[in-house]
């Protein structure tokens, strides 16, 4: 298993989310952005 962080929640960042799922052996195990609150939102999503 490969853990990866995605640095930066803005619109580009549901595209490389929805990448990751699709690949076997990537656990995304942390989202970080200059704005919090993007972050939270995103991470909810």
Known sequence: MI???LVGCGA???TWLDAARQVPGIAVVGL???NADRAKARARE
Do not use: F, G, R
Request: no cysteine.
């Open 3 to 5: 853990n990866v962080v």
């Open 12 to 14: 580009m960042s549901k």
């Open 32 to 34: 970080v952005d200059l």
